[in-house]
């Protein structure tokens, strides 16, 4: 028998024991054409607003104008070590030291950086596995870097794909591609849960029999990092990036972050593109021409970072430490799982649900595959303030993100969504 129910009375009274349920006044929700609050189910594309960013970004406005250069040396949060103000709650979410974690530039940006240090392709070991479908721009950097070293895409870029009418990838089909071609292998590059399918991948699986075949090993935690709980450190990848603006509530464009397991904090021999912020702390200033890094992983930092647009990611980590991630992945397994419930109970025939329907293989997200007309619903829905979004060529996107959503959202999603089909 199913832990769910039918009704609204069902969704009311999981809400009202909910203990993390008050974190959603925490919350800035957007406001629909009719004055009324949204359905937001988009926190896999761009987190809400905590409200408290507000604060964290005007102390620091106040901070400059009161003492500018200054305040890089003076002041509640001096700016010079403000990165690390988020070092122990980046690492809580990535279950990672705090000195193998950095929060810096932008996704994209912070994987050039690791295949810079990582894909050192030879003759015989040159190729890299990501998933088929992954997410653009981590393809358009594998296939850049693939030909920065003077190899070709076509050759060596090695695409993981599902099965002939399956929607993702079976682990299994992982597991022997990488035990197959694993000796040409450099580096496996997988998106830990893929951008479209919403599948979760076995994280730990990949990293121990990538590396037990030789390969270097990453993540793209795009989608994973504050959605599912992480320990990157006892997992033991090689290195992962991510962005902060999804589950992390960063804000559009928020800075980023990466990952080096501490067995490279000091492999000062790898090669890596080198900047002032990345050299040796107390001899930075001295201005010398050559390059010292710094140990762990924020030795890869090139720039002094945008004080500006960390102040929003302090806010949301607050909140992220006050509600704990194995809590917040408790209840998403719930809340996923209930919305899951309810979408089977309407029998439709005309969309269907290509995430897996193993909890242990996906987050918060669920992709519904609508057969006809798919995209204009979405944008129907969207205009009654119902928010998931839509990837070509015919799926909608929702989740729902324990931190800000309830049962009665996803209810009410359903009812609104089911409704369209009948
Ligand atoms: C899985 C994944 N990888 C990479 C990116 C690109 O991120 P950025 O624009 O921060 O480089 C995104 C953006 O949504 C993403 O979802």
Redesign the pocket.
């Known amino acids: 028998m199913s832990e769910f129910q039918t009704g609204p009375e069902f969704a009311a009274a999981v809400d009202a024991r909910d203990p993390l349920a008050r974190f959603r006044d925490r919350f800035y929700f957007p406001v629909a054409s009719d004055g009324q609050e949204c359905l937001y189910l988009c926190g896999h594309?761009l987190g809400l607003q905590p409200k408290s960013t507000h604060a964290y970004i005007e102390q620091e406005l106040q901070e400059w104008a009161k003492r500018g250069v200054e305040g890089h040396f003076h002041g509640r949060n001096p700016w010079m070590p403000y990165h690390r103000l988020l070092a122990k709650q980046t690492a809580a979410l990535a279950g990672a030291l705090p000195s193998e974690v950095v929060v810096m530039n932008?996704?994209?940006?912070n994987?050039h950086l690791m295949m810079a240090s990582f894909y050192c392709p030879t003759a015989d070991r040159y190729k890299i596995l990501i998933e088929s479908g992954?997410?653009p721009?981590?393809q358009y950097a594998v296939k850049s870097q693939i030909a920065f070293q003077g190899f070709n895409p076509e050759e060596s870029l090695l695409e993981c794909r599902p099965r002939d009418s399956e929607s993702y990838l079976r682990d299994e089909d992982i597991a022997s591609i990488i035990e197959r071609e694993g000796s040409s292998i450099a580096v496996i590059l997988l998106?830990a849960v893929n951008?479209a399918s919403g599948q979760l991948f076995n994280l730990p699986e990949i990293t121990s029999l990538g590396h037990r075949m030789g390969c270097v090993v990453g993540f793209?935690l795009?989608?994973a990092i504050g959605n599912v709980p992480l320990h990157l450190h006892d997992w033991g990848p090689d290195f992962a990036v991510w962005?902060s603006?999804?589950y992390l509530n960063g804000g559009p464009?928020c800075v980023?972050g990466c990952f080096v397991h501490e067995r490279h904090a000091r492999a000062f021999e790898l090669p890596r593109f080198a900047g002032w912020w990345g050299h040796d702390e107390p001899t930075r200033f001295r201005m010398g021409p050559d390059f010292q890094p710094m140990a762990g992983a924020e030795g890869w930092q090139l720039s002094n970072p945008p004080i500006l647009a960390l102040a929003p990611l302090r806010a949301s980590m607050e909140i992220f430490a006050e509600a704990g991630i194995e809590r917040l992945r408790a209840k998403s397994l719930t809340l996923t799982g209930y919305m899951e419930f309810l979408l089977q109970q309407t029998h439709s025939p005309a969309f269907s649900i290509l995430t897996p329907a193993d909890p242990n293989r996906r987050g918060a997200q669920l992709s519904i595959r609508i057969a006809h007309d798919g995209r204009s619903l979405c944008d129907r829905l969207a205009a009654e303030g119902v928010i998931g979004d839509w990837r070509e060529p015919d799926t909608f996107r929702v989740a729902a993100v324990p931190l800000y959503n309830s049962y009665r959202d996803v209810y009410r999603f359903v009812q609104r969504f089911a409704s369209r089909f009948s």
């Not at 932008?106 to 940006?109: K, V």
Request: proline share 0%; aromatic share 16%.
């Open positions: 594309s932008s996704l994209t940006a994987l992954a997410f721009s981590d998106g951008y793209d795009a989608h962005c603006y999804k464009g980023g």
